[in-house]
């Protein structure tokens, strides 16, 4: 069994709208330009992998968790989806609508209005009501723009945990990667 964490980080945050970076998880977590997300991800299972992307203003991130013998391939098809998103009108509907339903079963966090004051313009400072309000305003360039802003500013990290010891190949075909 093996684990990897890839980290895109900028240095100074994305000026985002309310639920953008929310649009944003969800539409990286529906395939690639090459795949939807029902074949995508069925291709991974099969596979024994299992990946998640997330993403906030200041960056992208995609973990995964795999078979020694597919841990090339867990990454091939995370950098397949970094970097040829499925930036659909479709794709940008489906993540609005998985936003209001989460908002709406959400429990109130007494925690918002310290959040919001203690971040204010920020985005950890938004609440649910915020998003809420602001949602049906994001549009699909938009969500390009604040992907292409944190893959143009960037820097990566990767951790990967594998069994190296025992597949002596297995750390040259990640870094062939």
Do not use: H, W
Request: charged fraction near 25%; proline fraction near 2%.
């Amino acid at each position: 069994m093996g684990v990897f964490d890839l980290s895109l980080s900028t240095s100074i945050p994305a000026d985002v709208k309310p639920g953008l970076a929310n649009v944003l998880s969800i539409m990286l977590n529906r395939g690639s330009a090459f795949s939807d997300e029902n074949k995508f991800f069925t291709n991974l299972e099969k596979q024994g992998i299992s990946t998640n992307f997330a993403a906030d203003e200041r960056g992208i991130s995609a973990s995964s968790t795999f078979l020694a013998a597919d841990g090339v391939n867990a990454v091939k098809s995370a950098k397949e989806v970094l970097l040829n998103p499925r930036f659909t009108q479709e794709n940008l509907d489906f993540a609005k609508k998985v936003i209001k339903e989460n908002i709406q079963n959400a429990s109130k966090n007494s925690n918002e209005g310290l959040l919001k004051e203690m971040f204010k313009g920020q985005y950890y400072g938004q609440t649910l009501d915020d998003i809420s309000k602001n949602i049906d305003n994001i549009r699909l360039g938009e969500v390009k723009v604040l992907y292409q802003y944190i893959i143009n500013n960037a820097q990566g990290d990767i951790a990967i945990s594998a069994p190296f010891e025992k597949n002596t190949n297995l750390k040259q075909d990640f870094f062939k990667e």
